[in-house]
């Protein structure tokens, strides 16, 4: 029961960091608890290709169909992409199959406080078949939303989504509907057979939730001011109650501590109405594996990878967050109504991106990640990516700027080929290297070397 990892939590954070781990060699426990309250979910275009990239085969195969996504926001109609809809239960129970299947120990039971003795992490835990201890040399917090809170954590406006299924005798199409309303915003999820969840996000900061047994009266009349909801629900049939997840914004700033981590929401926590979380929790758990590796296995590292892996989740948290914002400013009907006002100023007044001609393009030395290690290399920093990009494709830019700047005058297909064939690089991804530093003007002006 002595374990390299244990990971407490088995949602998509704890599932992708524990089977990237245990691909990597290290002994890996995996504490995966059942959700009480069932939940439908929009998986965007990335969030699949993040699930490919890490091997979850199986929740992909368990996934919902594709369905387009509709929106209305102040009282323009939207067709957005597509996105993928997981019904929670089967999608994480088939993310335990995908970490069983990369070598992971899945043990289903809920994890208790941990407490460090000496070098190792006991780790007790309950299930419903008995209760034990395990011991671990590292751990981490992938419990989601139900993560203590670190100190001083950074919470955005406090909301809540009030959800209730629904069951419609009509056909239709399957699809998601969001729609702005004065009290706050609604998503309508419909599959094929007419199963149907409607979920309205509102704030919690000036109006308390009324207990459980008026929660249906309170849903019901938030319901009647969305007038889309009329249509929606023609003759539907409520099934079963309305039940309350918690989605206030939040970032804890405690991201690694000794010989500890956390990842997913438990790290940082978005808006839903990105429609990325799921996204952002595979993505963190792909930064973590290669931070943890580098920590454990070469030490000499630490303090890049440990820097890697701050600043990569501060600033995806910040740049969600300012997206979600300028979302929220695009709704201007009810501007002083406290849900919308205390959207659009938070969390700040900064732009969500920087614009890539906005500061001079310099190179510098940076911790990337590297085949499994954060190891430090020369990278392009520009006002879009403050954190550098050392390759695209595939092929390391600085490289390829120098080596154009030192070529006579070829033209850009020629010197791509040349390259590819000097360097073992596919012609296309060359080309798409050498348009990345085109687009930011770096091949006529080179940057400067800092
Ligand atoms: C209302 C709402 C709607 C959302 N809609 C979307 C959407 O449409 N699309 C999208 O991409 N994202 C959506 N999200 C966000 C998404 O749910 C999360 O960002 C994502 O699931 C985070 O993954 P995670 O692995 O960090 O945490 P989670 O998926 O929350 O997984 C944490 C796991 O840890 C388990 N756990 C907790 N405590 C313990 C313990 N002590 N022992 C063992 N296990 C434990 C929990 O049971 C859970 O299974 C939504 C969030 C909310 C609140």
Redesign the pocket.
Known sequence: MTYDIAV????????VTASGLARLGYRVVL??????IP??????ER?LVGLRYSGCHQALERMGPAVRRLACWNGEHFSGNR?WL?E?RTF?AALWDDARAAGVEVVM????SAQRQQTLWRIP?VSREGSGECRAGYLID??????PHGRNPVRGPLTV?L?RFWNSPQAGEPGTWVTSFQEGWA?LARDTQGAILL?L?VSTANQRLPPRAALAEHYQALQSTVDEARVWLDRARPLGGVFA???QPQFNPRLLGESYAR?????F??D?L????????IS??LALIATVNTLLARPGNAQWAERFYREKISDDFLRMARIGRDFYRQEQRWTIKPFWRERQIWPDDEPAHGVAQDVSPSIEMRPVNLEGFIDLREVIVTADHPRGIWQVAGVPLVGLLRAWREQGDKSLTDFAQGYGEHHDKPLNDCQAALAWLAQRHLLGSPPKDG
Not at 8 to 15: C, D, R, W
Not at 31 to 36: D, E, I, L, N, Q
Not at 109 to 112: D, K, P, Q, V
Not at 274 to 281: L, T
């Open positions: 407490l939590g088995g949602g998509p954070a704890g599932v504490f995966a608890k059942p959700r009480r939940a439908v979910e929009g998986l965007s969030g996105e997981i929670r994480d039971g809920r994890a208790g835990w992938a419990r989601g939303r139900a993560a989504t959800g998503w979920q996000v997840r918690y989605a990842v997913g929401d438990a790290a926590a978005i839903p990105s429609g990325h979380g799921v996204y952002e929790a963190g758990g």
